[in-house]
């Protein structure tokens, strides 16, 4: 059960999720939230009983030793924890954890409950999946939502994803049957570099976070972060001639598909991101 520390009084709240796992490629989504932990000024008001909800052998706890020599064991689980963010008008709930192994419904149905006690107004996944997406192009990143009415307000695509779906599929359909408003936003990581981290995929998801919220997000030193797993990225293929001219036949077939979609609004969204962090120090 999701062990609530108090229930503070969030201003129009919204939820930010990510779960380690199957919607998690190269850890871009969980890594987004995690920036989001370290960069806003978070309190960790929940955490959930990983005995309810994961299989140890599976996902085994961490032995470390803390500060003083003791060995510290650090269980899996979710955390939940939340952000008062005066330049946004509203407060921020972070959710981030790993995809439970077992009963998922009574697991959503704790989310739901903590996102009710909380008085969310509405529930953003991040997700992050496997493509043929060349990693010297911008990373695609899609945004969707089942509510028909969410996509229409927030021009989003509206899904008709049809197939296996992880916890944030599940998160999202309850949301819908709950009448939370929900979307889900998922970056395209190049399929031949799955291993993680994938900063670049990261920086893509948070800064469709900033133009979701209007408002800069401190970058730090992922920018820079992103430019350096490029280049290694580069220099690998630039070792191998088939996975170079693979990378090659990616990028045609990118350039041809959005070529004409290179300017307009994208251009637009550029601008915007410009402006909102003109005067931010951190960037």
Not at 21 to 36: F, K, P, Q, Y
Not at 152 to 181: F, W
Request: aromatic residues 6%; proline residues 7%.
């Amino acid at each position: 059960m999701i062990e609530l520390e108090g229930f503070p009084e969030l201003v129009d709240p919204i939820l930010i999720a990510a779960f380690e796992g199957w919607n998690d490629a190269g850890d871009a989504a969980t890594a987004a939230v995690e920036h989001l932990e370290e960069v806003w000024p978070t309190t960790l008001l929940a955490t959930v009983d990983s005995e309810d909800y994961y299989d140890y052998q599976v996902n085994r706890p961490v032995v470390s030793l803390d500060e003083d020599g003791n060995r510290v064991v650090t269980w899996p689980t979710t955390r939940v924890s939340y952000a008062h963010l005066p330049d946004v008008g509203r407060d921020v709930v972070l959710l981030r954890g790993i995809e439970p192994n077992m009963r998922w419904q009574s697991f959503t149905a704790e989310v739901l409950g903590c996102c009710n006690e909380l008085g969310v107004e509405m529930v953003v996944t991040l997700g992050a999946l496997l493509a043929d997406s060349p990693h010297t192009r911008p990373v695609p990143v899609t945004g969707t939502s089942s509510d028909a009415s969410v996509a229409r307000s927030l021009h989003l695509e509206q899904s008709r994803y049809e197939g296996p779906t992880g916890i944030v599929g599940i998160i999202n359909d309850a949301c819908g049957l709950a009448g939370i408003p929900a979307l889900s936003i998922w970056a395209a990581v190049p399929h031949y570099v799955a291993q993680p981290p994938c900063p670049k995929a990261t920086l893509a998801l948070l800064r469709h976070v900033e133009d979701l919220l209007d408002v800069p997000i401190p970058l730090g030193d992922l920018p820079e972060d992103a430019r350096a797993w490029e280049r290694g990225v580069d220099d690998l293929a630039a070792e191998d001639s088939e996975v170079a001219e693979y990378v090659r036949s990616l990028e045609e077939a990118k350039d041809l598909a959005e070529a004409p979609e290179a300017s307009g609004e994208a251009i637009a969204r550029e601008f915007e991101r410009y402006l909102r962090r003109r005067d931010d120090p951190q960037r």
